[in-house]
């Protein structure tokens, strides 16, 4: 890539898929000068060395945010504002700060009284991710055509806000601005109710003693496959989504409930009018959903043989 | 291939995604002499004579079936019985007649009763499909490693379990042979609950007002569109898997309310060990499953860009 960089210095706070896809990605494209990283723990920095993940990997946080014209927060919610404290006495004036929490008002609460006067703090929230964790999970092309939600504060300033929205573009992902509750309860319907609803379902089967755990296995092509694909992810991200967006989430959880009684209850009474006209509805959207690029309606997701 | 044929004549009755597989697969494996379909809507039988689907394509019931060794029975649960009781005057004594229905207990009881004395009853129950249906939607890689479980009846004849098993096997099936309710206590496991949940969070985000339908379509990737893609698959089949296997599914919900109203419990009070806990219990079930090969890690199942 001939072209300048978008930054000249970033520092990646946290090793995970995120930052790593982020690393790959940002390589991919040219669009930063010198990478720095930072994980909190030796193995995983161990790890980045060994693959070559970011330029310099730094032991602490401070040394990795030096002079860093960007800084992204890769850590879990639960640990952000703890991070942000111990960064914010060397943050350079001018410098971005922006994180990767899958919430968005929490974030904003304790990570914002953190960032001293002449930082910029522009809040975002890239939809990508695979079942895989760990310095070792990411790849360039993660955030291709996925959607990065930009939740600017009120004092963002809109250059800083900008030049973050061309890093994520030139990623791959395609950008849009909103507000964090809004964001909050989008995230709550598309991901963080079913994200909860699919561990749900996975310990429920986990704990069946009349069904094996080999038969689970064994027979989950039929559904419930997709189930423990989410439910697969990093347990300590979500903990503290639910931990952090807990209004929303209650909110759709109440709701869910309350359509699954309907559901429960036309099955108890064999009202199959009931069922069908809701089964049909609900194609709609998946349609909806191959249509807009999000997902392919390939076979089996080219999981197995290909299609004739 | 040069080997004989399993069945010199099958009948498909119904030509739906699993029909329409199975006649691919039959062909790629020359597993059966002369395949006849009969469909009930002669817009499917029309696009099954385009495509070759079928050596011939009946216009009724009865013809389809006549001379046949196997019969097949592709339609949803609820008109199985129906069928059954149209060609049972012209089933040939000796022939076998099976199903494909997500529903063993209920088709055994109901089609059971229909088949006459001297012609043998194999149900069965292929576990495998796609977001798909109809004529067009089959092909012959569907049952590749796939289970399929057979649930012979009192007296099913031994030999022809082993005839209908070997058939399976040639169409790329892993067969394991069940007692009816058992099946339909695992399938309610592993496919029918999760099926209802999936409906049921994709009925919510459709419903809320203060989310657009576009920004669940647009956001699908963090979550959700694992759910819509179960979401899609055929009403009327699903209907009658819930009308069908009320007492297993009503049983299995119940266990998922008792799980969920405990998880939205924890989130409530702030519980975040539960939760961790919680969410590193289901990680191992997932592993099981790539391990047995019924599903891939692979990032995104490959539907977007290819890992490094």
């Known amino acids: ?3 300048a960089p978008i930054y ?10 995120i930052a790593s896809s982020m690393f790959w990605a940002m390589k991919r494209g040219g669009l930063a000068g010198e990478v720095r990283g930072f994980a ?10 060994e693959i070559g993940l970011c330029d310099v990997v730094c032991d602490t946080a401070v040394e990795a945010v030096a002079d860093a014209d960007l800084v992204v927060l890769c850590v879990p919610v639960g640990v952000m504002a703890a991070v942000a404290a111990e960064i914010a006495p060397v943050l350079k004036p001018g410098a971005t700060v922006s994180d990767v929490g899958s919430v968005k008002r929490a974030v904003i609460e304790s990570v914002g009284p953190n960032i001293p006067p002449g930082v910029n703090f522009v809040p975002a929230h890239p939809l990508a991710g695979t079942e895989q964790s760990g310095p070792r999970s990411g790849f360039a092309e993660l955030f291709d055509n996925r959607w990065c939600l930009l939740v600017p504060v009120e004092n963002s300033d809109p250059e800083a806000v900008s030049r973050l929205e061309a890093l994520w573009r030139g990623m791959g992902s395609n950008v849009e601005r909103m507000d964090a509750d809004h964001h909050d309860l989008v995230l709550a319907v598309t991901s963080h109710t079913p994200h909860l609803i699919a561990y749900t379902m996975v310990g429920v089967a986990d704990d069946l003693q009349r069904v094996t755990d080999s038969e689970v296995v064994k027979y989950s092509a039929a559904g419930f496959r997709d ?8 347990p300590t991200m979500w903990r503290d989504v639910f ?3 807990k209004e929303a989430t209650l909110e759709i ?4 409930t309350e359509e699954l009684f309907a559901l429960q209850r036309a099955i108890r009474l064999g009202d199959g009018e009931h069922l069908f006209e809701y089964f049909t509805r609900t194609r709609a959207v998946r349609r909806g959903i191959v249509e807009a690029g999000q997902d392919t309606d390939a076979p089996d997701f080219g999981r197995t043989g290909k299609p004739r």
């Open 8 to 17: 000249e210095r970033v520092a990646l706070i946290g090793l995970g898929l």
């Open 40 to 49: 909190r723990s030796a193995e995983t920095r161990a790890a980045a060395r």
């Open 243 to 245: 931990l952090t967006n």
């Open 227 to 234: 189930f423990t694909r989410i439910a697969a992810s990093d």
């Open 253 to 256: 959880l109440g709701r869910f």
């Open 1 to 3: 890539m001939a072209q």
